[in-house]
């Protein structure tokens, strides 16, 4: 009989080779949406260091040029350093988030690895206490991806406070 499995596979007569193969990849669909997710994250990480060093940069020039707060200039640069250090806790919380939900992500993406090596190894093995992993990584992986929408969300949240704090600023509110 050519195509037929292997005795000691737990399907062998119930499944065929390519619906095997299908199974195994299926987790793949959600890899490819969690590396999508994760290109975004590491797209938002990156601008929020670079407005962290930015605002750092302005913050150690303030400091430079008014290292005493007795000089005449200072109060007109008091109001700047204020919002500078709420702005970088603020930036720092979203930093936070964001490493929060990458880090979710990428185990999301190792689970989902894993779901697809626990598939092929039902298929082939028979071990009773194998049957049910696969769908219990799959949840894992999907609770995991959950949570980094969450962090998203919450970075998303403090964004817009930063935004709408900047704007207020520089409209005299």
Same mark, same amino acid.
């Given at each position: 009989?050519? #195509? ?19 199974t195994?990849?299926?987790?793949a ?11 975004s ?10 407005r962290?060093? =930015? ?8 400091? #430079? ?13 008091e *109001?700047?350093?204020?919002? =500078?250090?709420?702005?970088l ?7 936070r988030?964001?490493?929060?939900a990458?880090i979710?992500?990428a ?6 690895v *894993? ?9 082939l ?12 990584l799959?949840?894992? #992986?999907m609770?995991?991806i *959950?949570?980094?929408? @969450?962090?998203?969300? *919450? ?11 900047? @704007? ?6």
């Amino acid at each position: 009989m050519t #195509g037929a499995l292997p005795a000691f596979c737990m399907n062998a007569t119930a499944i065929s080779a390519p619906a095997m193969i299908q199974t195994i990849l299926a987790p793949a669909v959600m890899i490819s949406a969690t590396g999508l997710f994760l290109l975004s994250l590491n797209a938002r990480h990156a601008a929020i260091f670079a407005r962290i060093r =930015i605002l750092t940069d302005e913050k150690a020039k303030i400091m #430079g040029h008014f290292p005493d707060i007795n000089e005449p200039d200072f109060p007109s640069c008091e *109001l700047r350093f204020k919002s =500078i250090e709420i702005q970088l806790n603020m930036l720092l919380r979203r930093a936070r988030y964001i490493r929060y939900a990458i880090i979710c992500q990428a185990l999301g993406v190792g689970v989902f690895v *894993l779901t697809s090596l626990t598939i092929g190894l039902n298929l082939l093995l028979a071990f009773g206490w194998l049957v049910n992993l696969p769908l219990i990584l799959l949840l894992s #992986g999907m609770v995991l991806i *959950l949570i980094g929408a @969450v962090f998203l969300c *919450l970075d998303e949240y403090v964004a817009y406070e930063v935004i709408l704090m900047d @704007v207020k600023r520089r409209a005299g509110y």
